[in-house]
Nanobody, 123 residues
Framework: QVQVVESGGGSVQPGGSLRPPCAVP????????MAWFRQAPGKEREAVAS??????TTYADSVKGRFTASRDNGKEMYLQMNSLKPEDTTMYYC??????????????????WGQGTQVTVSS
């Protein structure tokens, strides 16, 4: 059973930072893709950031220049979230795919999802 375990959400003031980690424990060697998604009430799910097996990253336009994704040992991903804004407030979900099919930014590619972690940006 592949699990995705994320944490590191919380409440910060506008302009603050968070660095939620995401890990895939268990008997797999490495993941092909990992990504963070978010979905605010009444909005479509958005791929915030993804990173592939080679370390290449993609970002949503709304977070470019503020968020940075990184990987460690092929089974962990970190999302450095700087200059947080109130509109970043929502649940964030980490996802993992064992395979790499040339892209990592589409939700249909991911079979394994975490339970989500809440990020709240408010003064």
């Amino acid at each position: 059973q592949v699990q995705v375990v994320e944490s590191g959400g919380g409440s910060v003031q506008p302009g603050g930072s968070l660095r939620p980690p995401c890990a895939v424990p268990g008997p797999i060697y490495r993941t092909g893709c990992m990504a963070w998604f978010r979905q605010a009430p009444g909005k479509e799910r958005e791929a915030v950031a993804s990173i592939d097996i080679y370390g290449s990253t993609t970002y949503a336009d709304s977070v470019k220049g503020r968020f940075t994704a990184s990987r460690d040992n092929g089974k962990e991903m970190y999302l450095q979230m700087n200059s947080l804004k109130p509109e970043d407030t929502t649940m964030y979900y980490c996802a993992a795919s064992i395979e790499f099919r040339g892209t990592c930014s589409e939700s249909y590619l991911y079979k394994y999802w975490g339970q989500g972690t809440q990020v709240t940006v408010s003064s």
